[in-house]
Protein backbone atom coordinates (compact mmCIF):
# COMPACT_ATOMS: atom_id res chain seq x y z
CA UNK A 1 0.00 0.00 0.00
CA UNK A 2 1.24 3.60 -0.99
CA UNK A 3 0.03 6.89 -0.16
CA UNK A 4 0.82 9.66 -2.37
CA UNK A 5 0.73 13.62 -0.98
CA UNK A 6 0.98 16.41 -3.38
CA UNK A 7 1.27 19.82 -2.51
CA UNK A 8 2.92 23.16 -4.32
CA UNK A 9 -0.05 23.97 -6.80
CA UNK A 10 -1.89 27.00 -7.18
CA UNK A 11 -2.28 29.88 -9.32
CA UNK A 12 0.39 32.23 -11.00
CA UNK A 13 0.78 34.52 -14.40
CA UNK A 14 1.90 33.00 -17.59
CA UNK A 15 5.79 32.62 -17.35
CA UNK A 16 5.67 32.41 -13.91
CA UNK A 17 7.35 29.39 -12.05
CA UNK A 18 5.72 26.14 -9.79
CA UNK A 19 7.11 23.49 -8.20
CA UNK A 20 5.00 20.28 -7.17
CA UNK A 21 6.06 17.95 -4.45
CA UNK A 22 4.74 14.65 -3.86
CA UNK A 23 5.92 12.20 -1.02
CA UNK A 24 4.72 8.52 -0.80
CA UNK A 25 4.84 6.57 1.85
CA UNK A 26 4.62 2.68 1.75
CA UNK A 27 3.33 0.09 4.53
CA UNK A 28 5.68 -2.22 2.61
CA UNK A 29 7.74 -2.75 -0.19
CA UNK A 30 9.57 -0.66 -2.25
CA UNK A 31 8.37 2.14 -4.70
CA UNK A 32 9.90 2.04 -8.49
CA UNK A 33 8.69 4.77 -11.21
CA UNK A 34 7.20 7.98 -9.57
CA UNK A 35 5.64 10.68 -12.06
CA UNK A 36 3.47 13.27 -12.72
CA UNK A 37 -0.01 13.03 -15.25
CA UNK A 38 -2.28 16.31 -15.62
CA UNK A 39 -6.35 16.40 -16.81
CA UNK A 40 -7.83 19.27 -17.89
CA UNK A 41 -11.13 20.23 -18.04
CA UNK A 42 -12.98 18.03 -20.96
CA UNK A 43 -9.86 16.27 -21.90
CA UNK A 44 -8.27 13.02 -20.94
CA UNK A 45 -5.52 12.76 -18.50
CA UNK A 46 -1.96 12.91 -20.14
CA UNK A 47 1.97 11.93 -18.90
CA UNK A 48 3.46 14.94 -18.22
CA UNK A 49 6.64 12.95 -17.01
CA UNK A 50 7.88 10.29 -14.99
CA UNK A 51 11.25 9.32 -13.32
CA UNK A 52 12.46 5.85 -12.79
CA UNK A 53 13.92 4.67 -9.44
CA UNK A 54 17.25 4.76 -10.78
CA UNK A 55 16.45 8.46 -12.20
CA UNK A 56 15.83 7.77 -16.12
CA UNK A 57 13.03 10.37 -17.56
CA UNK A 58 11.23 10.83 -20.10
CA UNK A 59 8.78 14.04 -20.70
CA UNK A 60 5.37 14.95 -22.92
CA UNK A 61 6.79 17.04 -26.03
CA UNK A 62 4.67 19.61 -24.73
CA UNK A 63 6.72 20.31 -21.52
CA UNK A 64 10.40 19.33 -22.42
CA UNK A 65 12.88 21.95 -21.90
CA UNK A 66 10.26 23.66 -19.84
CA UNK A 67 9.94 21.21 -16.71
CA UNK A 68 11.86 19.28 -14.62
CA UNK A 69 10.90 16.16 -12.90
CA UNK A 70 13.59 14.61 -10.11
CA UNK A 71 13.45 13.04 -7.42
CA UNK A 72 14.83 11.71 -3.86
CA UNK A 73 14.98 8.27 -2.72
CA UNK A 74 15.69 8.75 0.51
CA UNK A 75 12.36 10.42 0.93
CA UNK A 76 10.41 9.36 -1.23
CA UNK A 77 9.67 12.00 -2.91
CA UNK A 78 8.97 13.10 -5.91
CA UNK A 79 9.25 17.07 -7.38
CA UNK A 80 8.14 18.63 -10.68
CA UNK A 81 9.81 22.06 -11.20
CA UNK A 82 7.44 23.92 -14.10
CA UNK A 83 8.97 26.97 -15.73
CA UNK A 84 7.77 29.34 -18.31
CA UNK A 85 4.85 28.10 -17.54
CA UNK A 86 1.43 28.52 -19.97
CA UNK A 87 -2.35 28.60 -20.20
CA UNK A 88 -2.76 25.70 -21.68
CA UNK A 89 -0.70 23.69 -18.58
CA UNK A 90 -3.78 24.59 -16.98
CA UNK A 91 -4.88 21.09 -15.36
CA UNK A 92 -5.10 19.60 -12.07
CA UNK A 93 -1.57 17.73 -11.79
CA UNK A 94 -1.32 13.73 -10.74
CA UNK A 95 1.36 12.55 -8.89
CA UNK A 96 1.88 8.53 -9.52
CA UNK A 97 3.76 5.81 -8.21
CA UNK A 98 4.49 2.03 -9.13
CA UNK A 99 4.83 -0.12 -6.44
CA UNK A 100 4.50 -3.85 -5.74
CA UNK A 101 4.32 -7.46 -7.67
CA UNK A 102 2.58 -7.58 -10.07
CA UNK A 103 3.26 -3.64 -10.33
CA UNK A 104 0.15 -1.69 -9.66
CA UNK A 105 -0.31 2.22 -10.37
CA UNK A 106 -1.30 4.35 -6.90
CA UNK A 107 -2.50 8.16 -7.36
CA UNK A 108 -2.47 10.98 -5.58
CA UNK A 109 -5.71 13.44 -5.03
CA UNK A 110 -4.95 16.03 -7.37
CA UNK A 111 -3.40 19.51 -7.21
CA UNK A 112 -4.89 22.52 -9.10
CA UNK A 113 -2.46 24.13 -11.08
CA UNK A 114 -3.89 27.28 -12.85
CA UNK A 115 -2.06 29.63 -15.44
CA UNK A 116 -3.77 32.89 -15.89
CA UNK A 117 -3.41 36.82 -16.18
Known amino acids: QVRLEESGGGLVQPGGSLRLSCAASRSRGSIGAMGWYRQAPGKQRELVAT???????RYADSVKGRFTISRDNAKNTVYLQMNSLKPEDTAVYYC???????????WGQGTQVTVSA
Open 51 to 57: ISSDSRT
Open 96 to 106: NAVSGTPPYNY
